[in-house]
Protein backbone atom coordinates (compact mmCIF):
# COMPACT_ATOMS: atom_id res chain seq x y z
CA UNK A 1 0.00 0.00 0.00
CA UNK A 2 1.23 3.64 -1.18
CA UNK A 3 0.27 6.79 -0.58
CA UNK A 4 0.10 8.87 -3.92
CA UNK A 5 0.58 12.70 -3.21
CA UNK A 6 0.78 14.10 -6.58
CA UNK A 7 -1.82 16.78 -6.93
CA UNK A 8 -4.86 16.16 -9.40
CA UNK A 9 -6.64 17.54 -12.19
CA UNK A 10 -9.87 19.95 -11.08
CA UNK A 11 -13.23 19.38 -11.61
CA UNK A 12 -13.22 21.82 -13.92
CA UNK A 13 -10.47 21.19 -16.12
CA UNK A 14 -11.74 17.61 -16.28
CA UNK A 15 -15.04 18.86 -17.64
CA UNK A 16 -13.65 21.13 -20.23
CA UNK A 17 -12.00 18.17 -21.46
CA UNK A 18 -14.73 16.07 -21.44
CA UNK A 19 -16.75 18.52 -23.32
CA UNK A 20 -14.11 18.81 -26.09
CA UNK A 21 -14.80 15.63 -26.84
CA UNK A 22 -18.25 15.57 -27.32
CA UNK A 23 -19.46 16.64 -31.12
CA UNK A 24 -22.24 15.69 -31.50
CA UNK A 25 -24.50 15.30 -28.34
CA UNK A 26 -24.83 19.36 -27.87
CA UNK A 27 -27.11 19.08 -25.64
CA UNK A 28 -25.59 16.60 -23.48
CA UNK A 29 -22.39 18.56 -23.77
CA UNK A 30 -24.30 22.12 -23.01
CA UNK A 31 -25.66 20.16 -19.78
CA UNK A 32 -22.13 18.99 -18.37
CA UNK A 33 -20.92 22.39 -18.69
CA UNK A 34 -23.95 23.90 -16.91
CA UNK A 35 -23.13 21.04 -13.88
CA UNK A 36 -19.32 22.59 -13.56
CA UNK A 37 -20.17 24.56 -10.65
CA UNK A 38 -22.31 21.20 -8.98
CA UNK A 39 -19.21 19.34 -9.45
CA UNK A 40 -16.47 21.07 -8.25
CA UNK A 41 -18.81 21.38 -4.88
CA UNK A 42 -19.29 17.51 -4.78
CA UNK A 43 -15.15 17.86 -5.36
CA UNK A 44 -14.75 19.39 -2.22
CA UNK A 45 -17.74 17.55 -0.23
CA UNK A 46 -15.32 13.99 -1.23
CA UNK A 47 -12.57 15.35 -0.30
CA UNK A 48 -13.96 17.20 2.72
CA UNK A 49 -15.29 13.39 4.06
CA UNK A 50 -12.87 11.66 3.00
CA UNK A 51 -10.21 13.57 4.85
CA UNK A 52 -12.05 12.78 8.31
CA UNK A 53 -13.04 8.90 6.80
CA UNK A 54 -16.57 9.29 6.20
CA UNK A 55 -17.19 8.90 2.12
CA UNK A 56 -19.76 6.09 3.53
CA UNK A 57 -22.08 8.96 4.32
CA UNK A 58 -22.31 10.10 0.52
CA UNK A 59 -25.86 9.18 -1.09
CA UNK A 60 -25.69 6.41 -3.45
CA UNK A 61 -28.17 6.37 -6.77
CA UNK A 62 -29.55 3.17 -7.92
CA UNK A 63 -30.33 2.56 -11.44
CA UNK A 64 -32.46 -0.74 -12.46
CA UNK A 65 -34.41 -1.52 -15.67
CA UNK A 66 -36.80 1.10 -14.72
CA UNK A 67 -35.51 3.80 -13.22
CA UNK A 68 -33.16 5.98 -14.32
CA UNK A 69 -32.40 8.69 -11.56
CA UNK A 70 -31.52 12.54 -11.69
CA UNK A 71 -28.28 12.87 -9.98
CA UNK A 72 -27.06 16.78 -10.17
CA UNK A 73 -27.48 19.39 -13.02
CA UNK A 74 -30.01 17.69 -15.37
CA UNK A 75 -27.98 14.95 -15.59
CA UNK A 76 -28.80 11.41 -14.95
CA UNK A 77 -27.00 8.02 -13.60
CA UNK A 78 -26.81 6.80 -17.55
CA UNK A 79 -25.53 10.10 -18.60
CA UNK A 80 -22.53 10.26 -15.98
CA UNK A 81 -21.56 6.85 -16.17
CA UNK A 82 -21.49 7.27 -20.21
CA UNK A 83 -19.20 10.38 -20.02
CA UNK A 84 -16.81 8.81 -18.19
CA UNK A 85 -16.92 5.57 -20.52
CA UNK A 86 -17.28 7.25 -24.03
CA UNK A 87 -15.56 10.57 -23.28
CA UNK A 88 -13.18 10.36 -20.60
CA UNK A 89 -11.73 7.06 -20.73
CA UNK A 90 -12.43 6.29 -24.05
CA UNK A 91 -8.67 6.21 -26.05
CA UNK A 92 -9.17 8.77 -28.61
CA UNK A 93 -10.80 11.39 -26.72
CA UNK A 94 -9.07 14.27 -25.13
CA UNK A 95 -9.78 13.53 -21.51
CA UNK A 96 -8.01 10.31 -22.49
CA UNK A 97 -4.44 12.27 -21.42
CA UNK A 98 -5.73 13.52 -18.00
CA UNK A 99 -6.73 9.54 -17.30
CA UNK A 100 -3.54 8.39 -18.63
CA UNK A 101 -1.85 10.90 -16.29
CA UNK A 102 -3.85 10.05 -12.74
CA UNK A 103 -2.67 6.12 -14.06
CA UNK A 104 0.98 7.08 -14.32
CA UNK A 105 0.87 8.87 -11.07
CA UNK A 106 1.19 5.38 -9.46
CA UNK A 107 4.50 4.85 -10.62
CA UNK A 108 3.82 1.23 -12.30
CA UNK A 109 2.87 -0.20 -8.58
CA UNK A 110 -0.88 -0.28 -7.29
CA UNK A 111 -1.37 1.55 -4.75
CA UNK A 112 -4.80 -0.86 -3.72
CA UNK A 113 -1.75 -4.04 -2.98
CA UNK A 114 1.70 -2.62 -4.04
CA UNK A 115 2.02 -6.09 -6.45
CA UNK A 116 0.01 -5.26 -10.01
CA UNK A 117 0.89 -2.80 -12.40
CA UNK A 118 -1.93 -0.45 -12.72
CA UNK A 119 -3.87 -0.79 -16.28
CA UNK A 120 -7.02 1.02 -15.27
CA UNK A 121 -8.30 3.17 -13.09
CA UNK A 122 -10.58 1.99 -10.57
CA UNK A 123 -13.47 4.56 -8.91
CA UNK A 124 -12.83 3.98 -5.47
CA UNK A 125 -16.67 4.75 -4.78
CA UNK A 126 -18.15 2.82 -7.44
CA UNK A 127 -19.93 4.86 -10.38
CA UNK A 128 -22.57 1.77 -10.63
CA UNK A 129 -23.53 3.55 -7.27
CA UNK A 130 -22.14 7.02 -7.27
CA UNK A 131 -22.38 8.49 -10.64
CA UNK A 132 -21.89 11.74 -9.42
CA UNK A 133 -17.99 11.17 -8.95
CA UNK A 134 -17.39 8.97 -11.83
CA UNK A 135 -15.31 11.56 -13.02
CA UNK A 136 -14.04 12.93 -10.12
CA UNK A 137 -10.72 13.02 -10.02
CA UNK A 138 -10.10 11.92 -6.08
CA UNK A 139 -12.65 8.79 -6.75
CA UNK A 140 -10.25 7.51 -9.81
CA UNK A 141 -7.34 5.34 -8.61
CA UNK A 142 -4.96 3.67 -10.69
CA UNK A 143 -5.50 0.29 -10.06
CA UNK A 144 -3.92 -3.40 -10.87
CA UNK A 145 -6.78 -5.74 -13.16
CA UNK A 146 -6.62 -7.74 -9.78
CA UNK A 147 -7.96 -5.27 -7.03
CA UNK A 148 -9.75 -2.90 -9.99
CA UNK A 149 -12.03 -6.25 -11.04
CA UNK A 150 -11.06 -9.42 -9.34
CA UNK A 151 -11.04 -8.32 -5.82
CA UNK A 152 -12.67 -4.85 -4.93
CA UNK A 153 -15.17 -4.76 -8.37
CA UNK A 154 -18.05 -2.92 -7.12
CA UNK A 155 -18.32 -3.15 -3.94
CA UNK A 156 -19.05 0.04 -1.69
CA UNK A 157 -19.02 0.41 2.08
CA UNK A 158 -21.73 1.16 4.01
CA UNK A 159 -20.08 1.65 7.25
CA UNK A 160 -16.83 3.28 8.63
CA UNK A 161 -14.79 0.50 9.30
CA UNK A 162 -15.62 -1.00 6.03
CA UNK A 163 -13.80 1.10 4.24
CA UNK A 164 -11.08 0.08 1.94
CA UNK A 165 -7.73 2.54 2.90
CA UNK A 166 -7.63 6.09 0.53
CA UNK A 167 -4.57 6.20 -1.59
CA UNK A 168 -5.06 9.91 -1.81
CA UNK A 169 -6.57 11.36 1.32
CA UNK A 170 -6.40 8.82 4.16
CA UNK A 171 -3.78 9.81 6.93
CA UNK A 172 0.03 8.57 6.78
CA UNK A 173 0.23 6.59 9.50
CA UNK A 174 -2.19 4.25 6.98
CA UNK A 175 0.81 3.42 5.15
CA UNK A 176 3.96 4.74 6.87
CA UNK A 177 3.49 2.12 10.15
CA UNK A 178 3.27 -1.62 9.51
CA UNK A 179 0.21 -3.53 10.28
CA UNK A 180 0.51 -6.60 7.93
CA UNK A 181 3.11 -9.31 9.95
CA UNK A 182 4.31 -12.41 8.31
CA UNK A 183 5.28 -15.58 9.44
CA UNK A 184 7.28 -18.55 8.79
CA UNK A 185 5.61 -21.72 9.73
CA UNK A 186 7.27 -25.43 9.77
CA UNK A 187 4.35 -27.57 8.21
CA UNK A 188 6.55 -30.62 8.88
CA UNK A 189 9.75 -32.32 7.10
CA UNK A 190 11.46 -28.85 5.88
CA UNK A 191 8.21 -27.86 4.51
CA UNK A 192 8.09 -23.88 5.07
CA UNK A 193 5.21 -21.67 4.19
CA UNK A 194 5.01 -17.92 4.65
CA UNK A 195 1.75 -16.72 6.62
CA UNK A 196 0.56 -13.34 6.27
CA UNK A 197 -2.23 -11.46 8.70
CA UNK A 198 -3.21 -8.38 10.12
CA UNK A 199 -1.72 -6.70 13.20
CA UNK A 200 -2.62 -3.27 13.53
CA UNK A 201 -0.65 -0.98 16.76
CA UNK A 202 -2.21 -1.12 19.63
CA UNK A 203 -2.54 2.65 19.87
CA UNK A 204 -4.57 2.95 16.73
CA UNK A 205 -8.09 3.33 17.37
CA UNK A 206 -11.03 0.55 16.92
CA UNK A 207 -11.72 1.86 13.25
CA UNK A 208 -8.54 2.16 11.90
CA UNK A 209 -7.89 -1.21 12.87
CA UNK A 210 -11.20 -2.31 11.40
CA UNK A 211 -10.62 -0.70 8.36
CA UNK A 212 -6.89 -2.47 7.48
CA UNK A 213 -8.83 -5.70 8.01
CA UNK A 214 -11.53 -4.58 5.77
CA UNK A 215 -8.73 -3.55 3.05
CA UNK A 216 -6.41 -6.96 3.68
CA UNK A 217 -9.75 -8.96 3.31
CA UNK A 218 -11.32 -7.01 0.41
CA UNK A 219 -8.13 -7.55 -2.42
CA UNK A 220 -7.26 -10.99 -0.84
CA UNK A 221 -3.87 -10.34 -0.02
CA UNK A 222 -3.32 -12.72 2.30
CA UNK A 223 -3.36 -15.23 -0.32
CA UNK A 224 -1.45 -12.83 -2.93
CA UNK A 225 1.11 -12.29 -0.98
CA UNK A 226 1.73 -15.92 0.26
CA UNK A 227 2.01 -16.64 -3.81
CA UNK A 228 4.40 -14.16 -4.05
CA UNK A 229 6.51 -15.03 -0.79
CA UNK A 230 6.62 -18.52 -2.07
CA UNK A 231 8.33 -18.08 -5.32
CA UNK A 232 11.35 -16.36 -3.26
CA UNK A 233 11.13 -18.20 -0.36
CA UNK A 234 12.95 -21.16 -1.78
CA UNK A 235 15.62 -19.61 -2.67
CA UNK A 236 16.04 -17.73 0.73
CA UNK A 237 15.93 -20.60 2.50
CA UNK A 238 18.64 -22.01 0.38
CA UNK A 239 21.41 -19.33 1.27
CA UNK A 240 20.19 -19.84 4.76
CA UNK A 241 21.18 -23.49 4.74
CA UNK A 242 24.47 -22.49 2.81
CA UNK A 243 25.71 -19.82 5.29
CA UNK A 244 24.85 -21.84 8.11
CA UNK A 245 27.03 -24.48 6.33
CA UNK A 246 29.55 -21.83 6.20
CA UNK A 247 29.27 -21.36 9.83
CA UNK A 248 27.92 -17.69 9.75
CA UNK A 249 26.03 -16.63 12.73
CA UNK A 250 22.72 -15.25 12.47
CA UNK A 251 23.67 -11.83 12.67
CA UNK A 252 25.57 -12.20 9.50
CA UNK A 253 23.10 -14.50 7.84
CA UNK A 254 20.69 -11.67 8.41
CA UNK A 255 23.64 -8.78 7.45
CA UNK A 256 23.37 -10.18 4.32
CA UNK A 257 20.60 -12.00 3.25
CA UNK A 258 17.48 -10.01 5.08
CA UNK A 259 18.73 -6.87 6.27
CA UNK A 260 18.90 -4.66 3.03
CA UNK A 261 15.18 -5.55 1.96
CA UNK A 262 14.51 -4.32 5.31
CA UNK A 263 16.48 -1.53 5.48
CA UNK A 264 15.34 -0.65 1.96
CA UNK A 265 12.61 2.00 0.77
CA UNK A 266 9.89 -0.78 0.29
CA UNK A 267 6.77 0.57 1.89
CA UNK A 268 5.83 -0.51 5.54
CA UNK A 269 3.46 -2.97 4.51
CA UNK A 270 4.90 -4.48 1.32
CA UNK A 271 4.89 -8.37 0.96
CA UNK A 272 8.72 -8.39 0.46
CA UNK A 273 9.67 -6.53 3.16
CA UNK A 274 7.68 -7.96 5.72
CA UNK A 275 8.61 -11.49 4.58
CA UNK A 276 12.10 -10.31 5.33
CA UNK A 277 11.24 -9.08 8.45
CA UNK A 278 9.84 -12.75 9.04
CA UNK A 279 12.75 -14.19 7.93
CA UNK A 280 15.20 -12.28 10.52
CA UNK A 281 13.03 -13.91 13.61
CA UNK A 282 13.10 -17.20 11.96
CA UNK A 283 16.71 -17.08 11.04
CA UNK A 284 17.46 -15.57 14.99
CA UNK A 285 15.03 -18.73 16.35
CA UNK A 286 17.06 -21.26 14.60
Request: proline share 5%; net charge neutral; with cysteine.
Amino acid sequence: MRKIKTALPSSRLVIRRCCEGIVKDVDLKSRLIDATVDFHNLEQQYRDLGTIQELYTLKKYIKNSSTDPLVTSKLLHSELTKIYSNFYAYLDKPARKIYDEIKANALGECPYCGIGNPEHLDHYLPKKYYPQFSITSLNLVPACLDCNVGSKGSDYAAEQGNQIIHPYLDADFYFDQQWIYAEFLDRGDDYIVVEYSVKPPIDWQPIQKERVKTHFMSFNLKNRFSRLAADELSILLEQIKTMEEMGMSSDTTCEVLVNPVINSNLAANNWRKVMHVAAKKYINNK
